[in-house]
T-cell receptor, first 113, second 114 residues
Framework: AQSVSQHNHHVILSEAASLELGCNYS??????LFWYVQYPGQHLQLLLK??????LVKGIKGFEAEFIKSKFSFNLRKPSVQWSDTAEYFC???????????FGAGTQVVVTP | GAVVSQHPSRVICKSGTSVKIECRSL??????MFWYRQFPKQSLMLMAT?????????EQGVEKDKFLINHASLTLSTLTVTSAHPEDSSFYIC??????????FGPGTRLTVL
């Protein structure tokens, strides 16, 4: 069965620190990969996505993610976080042509001033 | 663009009653809508996929007679939780997708069953 795992459930860091959130999936076929963010009290928003091509994907708000096929990973990074990056981050994998997404458990990121 | 709304945003009901949640795509036609359930501190779990004009496809373990889904038009899908019980209390989120495009998520509906 396909699964998506996020390594950290809770991350606390200071402003200007670098952030890296791990995401691994188990699925042998072609994958589409996504990172979503959910700010407090708001709905899920797409940060970035990978369908094909350059495995280093740049998204909104300075985020990027790298698809490493051999490691079944799609880690999210931001070189310097801001207080406004406090949110929950979800990795998701698209399982088939119907566009069904399977989500990881999420990582709560808290950025302290 | 690509806004999805849900109504209501929050509902409290008594055990045994039914609750209807609406999901609307405001500025695009959604060929497919998805319903998710999110428990506290947990991820989104897909409940069902609905295509306009056809029956919804439910994920394993989701009771189709309890969670009735109707996708009557390209901009509206409804989820009705029938005979709700306290264990149905959760955060319900819908998303909408055009063919080949990404999913756009609604703000969610917090259901509390007393």
């Amino acid at each position: 069965a396909q699964s998506v795992s996020q390594h950290n459930h809770h991350v606390i860091l200071s402003e200007a620190a670098s952030l890296e959130l791990g995401c691994n999936y188990s699925y042998g076929g072609t994958v589409n990969l996504f990172w979503y963010v959910q700010y407090p009290g708001q709905h899920l928003q797409l940060l970035l996505k990978y369908f094909s091509g350059d495995p280093l994907v740049k998204g909104i708000k300075g985020f990027e993610a790298e698809f490493i096929k051999s490691k079944f990973s799609f880690n999210l990074r931001k070189p310097s976080v801001q207080w406004s990056d406090t949110a929950e981050y979800f990795c998701a994998v698209k399982s088939d042509s119907w566009g069904k997404l399977q989500f990881g458990a999420g990582t709560q990121v808290v950025v302290t001033p | 663009g690509a806004v999805v709304s849900q109504h209501p945003s929050r509902v409290i009901c008594k055990s045994g009653t039914s609750v209807k949640i609406e999901c609307r795509s405001l500025d695009f036609q959604a060929t497919t809508m998805f319903w998710y359930r999110q428990f506290p501190k947990q991820s989104l779990m897909l409940m069902a996929t609905s295509n306009e004009g056809s029956k919804a496809t439910y994920e394993q373990g989701v009771e189709k007679d309890k969670f009735l889904i109707n996708h009557a038009s390209l901009t509206l899908s409804t989820l009705t939780v029938t005979s709700a019980h306290p264990e149905d209390s959760s955060f319900y989120i819908c998303s909408a997708r055009q063919v080949g495009n990404e999913q756009f998520f609604g703000p969610g509906t917090r259901l509390t069953v007393l």
